[in-house]
Every structure is written in C-alpha cells, then in structure tokens.
C-alpha cells in the first residue's frame, strides 16, 4: 500500500557531506510526522532527527549543528543534509513515516535503509 524509497548514502571522508532522501508512494490521505534513525553495526536504532507536519525540528544532541531535516509536503518526501561528518556517524540511515489512512488511521512505515559510511 504504502512504499518509502530511501536514496543518498555513501563513502564519504571525515569531515564531508552527504543528503539523505526518502520519499513515500501509494495510498494514503497525508503524512504527519517524519523521522531518520540511524543504526551502526552492533549498537542499538537510534532517533537522529524528526520533523513534524508544520515543521518543527528535534535533533539528537551528537548531531544539532551538524545535520538539518526538512520535508516537502507536496512530494511526500523528507530529507537530511549531514554536514561535517565523523567516524561515529557511520550507520545505516532509515526514514520513518507516520502516514494517515483514508479510514484516519495512523501507521508506521520505514524505509529500506541506506548506508553511509565515514572514513576517517
């Protein structure tokens, strides 16, 4: 019913940059709150960054300053710009949906990951 396709991860150099896309297709009546969670190979998800429906922003404390998520309503997609990279940020980059059902019901959906990996 309802897909999220994650695109931008990458090898990139400590101290580089990368943007992370995810965008949802199918059936659904609107999108409120959007997500990225990061997880790193023997660790625990972890909450990176979400944003809500009039785009109110929360961040991780290891990354405000660094990364920025924004949404665009009319493409049902969100994005996250990692900027000043670091070792630690190597992980595996899901986007998550709170989408809205045509019965009002609200689900979860999660997109297939994407790998970003820092070389330092």
């Known amino acids: 019913q309802v897909q999220l396709l994650e695109s931008g991860g990458g090898l990139v150099q400590d101290g580089g940059s990368l943007r992370l896309s995810c965008a949802a297709s199918?059936?659904?009546?609107?999108?409120?709150?959007m997500a990225w969670y990061r997880q790193a190979p023997g660790k625990q998800r972890e909450l990176v960054a979400t944003?809500?429906?009039?785009?109110?922003?929360n961040y991780t404390d290891s990354v405000k300053g660094r990364f920025a998520i924004s949404r665009d309503n009319a493409k049902n997609a969100v994005y996250l710009q990692l900027n000043s990279l670091k070792s630690e940020d190597t992980a595996i980059y899901y986007c998550?949906?709170?989408?809205?059902?045509?019965?009002?019901?609200?689900?979860?959906?999660w997109g297939q990951g994407t790998q970003v990996t820092v070389s330092s």
């Open positions: 199918g059936s659904f009546k609107s999108i409120n709150n």
């Open positions: 998550q949906f709170a989408v809205v059902r045509y019965s009002f019901r609200e689900y979860s959906y």
């Open positions: 944003i809500s429906r009039d785009y109110t922003t």
